[in-house]
């Protein structure tokens, strides 16, 4: 008999890692406050010691979600890089790449705009097509192309419209990323 283990995402603590940080602070304190109400007093501290875990998610997420833009910051982003012309949003994608301790070289050839390397590692980047309405699969194919060609670990494709269902399945396939208007936000801040 072989034993399967769930994959993370799909676990109770997956789960909790994207839910909102008070919903883990909740279950805690229901873990402390039943053990007290149910316990005798010898043993209140295994029911504390059982919150111990969703206290940790909970401080985790709240960091994590801390961290992350606010809704409005994404529209603004969106807004802003959707009515830039191409030189200045490379721009102010290549300045929030460095930020965050990418080396950046812009690329000329087909497929690809960027590469980014970190920790010995490349990615490359397409992002001349982000203002497109509906992203298809043609565009990913060269961006594959690319990929293969350099020998990158991985491929990012910006985009800010919707992406087509086989264009979904091909990035699946490939371990294509996407970097949608919540990703850009993270990477244009303060630009």
Request: contains cysteine; glycine residues 8%.
């Amino acid at each position: 008999m072989k034993f399967r283990f769930r994959n993370f995402n799909d676990s109770i603590f997956g789960v909790l890692m994207r839910s909102s940080w008070w919903i883990s602070a909740a279950i805690a304190l229901v873990f402390i406050l039943g053990s007290i109400s149910a316990l005798p007093k010898e043993y209140w501290a295994v029911g504390v010691f059982g919150s111990i875990p969703f206290v940790v998610i909970s401080l985790i997420a709240a960091w994590r979600q801390l961290r992350r833009p606010s809704a409005s910051q994404v529209e603004t982003v969106a807004a802003a890089a959707a009515i830039m012309p191409w030189s200045a949003f490379a721009g102010a994608l290549q300045a929030g790449f460095e930020r965050d301790g990418c080396q950046v070289e812009r690329l000329s050839s087909g497929g690809a705009d960027f590469a980014l390397t970190k920790g010995g590692h490349v990615a490359l980047v397409c992002a001349k097509r982000w203002k497109a309405a509906r992203t298809g699969v043609e565009p990913l194919r060269q961006l594959q192309a690319a990929r293969e060609k350099r020998g990158a670990r991985e491929a990012i494709y910006v985009v800010l419209g919707e992406v087509s269902p086989t264009a979904v399945d091909y990035a699946t396939k490939n371990n294509i990323s996407f970097m949608t208007a919540p990703e850009l936000a993270k990477v244009l801040r303060g630009t």
